[in-house]
């Protein structure tokens, strides 16, 4: 069965190169490269690019969500497009001839309670073909806080397990709708709650608290530190370093990982494969670039 994958906040990503950034002068863009981004779409490349079978649901809108659409269509990944009145955003990623970045994103369209409503039951009529439900990225402007809560608890009601990655007030909605697993990173932890960590018994004793609430699964990503992977009710927990290697880029290498934890849940292996394929996953992630598998 496929894995559903719903990209509510989608994007094209542009990146221009300069050699510089100098404040109120005129800086050439040395060139100019664009793609299909957001946390969503990143999470359904890999899937397909490890053998799943994703199906992504897209609300677009505009001429710049034609442009997504065409992208999305050149890279053959299955994908359900809800046309939106309001425009789809691109964000954009200034790179410099040193390596430093700059990255502005717009706020994208603010979507109609009509056009919210067709985005759940394009997603709902399809939960019966899917095993996984993945739901990452922030929320678009007019969609309900409780958004993610809504679709976890129908999710669950047709026996699909849902893995969630977003973060702040959403993070904190979609708790009690409790996920199969959820994916925050250190600083999104320790924002649910509530307190700093500063060491790794404080990364594990705010992971069981998350665990607890949810009564699932936890994988709590730390970039080049050793993530954890946590779940109270099974009593399993493990941490894993991810092999060392210099980042060519680290734009998605979490959604990556993402999906590498999702094709391992697919393939019925166990807990602590997740936790490695997820790993490698995300590790091959930064040595491409943004936008790219491999």
């Given at each position: 069965m496929s894995?559903?994958?719903l990209a509510l906040n989608p994007s094209i990503d542009a990146e221009w190169r300069v050699d510089d950034v100098i404040w109120e002068e005129k800086n050439n863009v040395q060139f100019e490269r664009r793609w299909a981004g957001g946390k969503?779409?990143?999470?359904?490349?890999?899937?397909?690019?490890?053998?799943?079978?994703?199906?992504l649901?897209?609300?677009?809108?505009?001429?710049?969500?034609?442009?997504?659409?065409r992208y999305i269509r050149e890279e053959r990944i299955s994908t359900s497009i809800i046309p939106l009145a309001g425009p789809t955003r691109v964000n954009v990623i200034i790179t410099t001839g040193a390596g430093r970045q700059m990255r502005f994103n717009p706020l994208g369209p603010k979507l109609t309670k009509p056009e919210w409503k067709i985005i759940v039951e394009r997603v709902?009529?399809?939960?019966?073909?899917?095993?996984?439900?993945?739901?990452?990225?922030?929320?678009?402007?007019?969609?309900?806080?409780?958004?993610?809560?809504?679709?976890?608890?129908r999710a669950r009601k047709h026996g699909v397990r849902t893995l969630l990655d977003c973060?702040?007030?959403?993070?904190?909605?979609?708790i009690p709708s409790r996920p199969f697993l959820v994916?925050?990173?250190e600083h999104e932890l320790a924002r649910w709650f509530g307190r700093p960590l500063r060491t790794e018994k404080d990364v594990v004793r705010a992971a069981r608290a998350l665990s607890e609430k949810t009564r699932g699964w936890v994988f709590v990503s730390r970039g080049a530190g050793a993530s954890l992977l946590l779940n109270v009710q099974e009593q399993f927990q493990t941490f894993a370093r991810p092999a060392r290697v210099k980042p060519r880029n680290t734009v998605g290498a979490g959604d990556a990982l993402l999906a590498g934890v999702a094709r391992q849940i697919q393939l019925g292996t166990l807990p602590s494969e997740w936790l490695e394929h997820g790993l490698s996953v995300g590790t091959r992630a930064t040595q491409c670039l943004p936008g790219h598998v491999s």
């Open positions: 894995a559903l994958v969503g779409i990143n999470v359904a490349r890999w899937l397909k690019h490890l053998g799943g079978k994703p199906k649901f897209l609300p677009l809108g505009g001429v710049t969500g034609d442009e997504l659409a709902e009529s399809r939960l019966g073909q899917g095993s996984l439900l993945i739901l990452s990225g922030s929320l678009p402007r007019g969609v309900p806080l409780n958004a993610y809560a809504h679709l976890i608890t973060d702040g007030d959403v993070l904190i909605a979609s994916k925050p990173n």
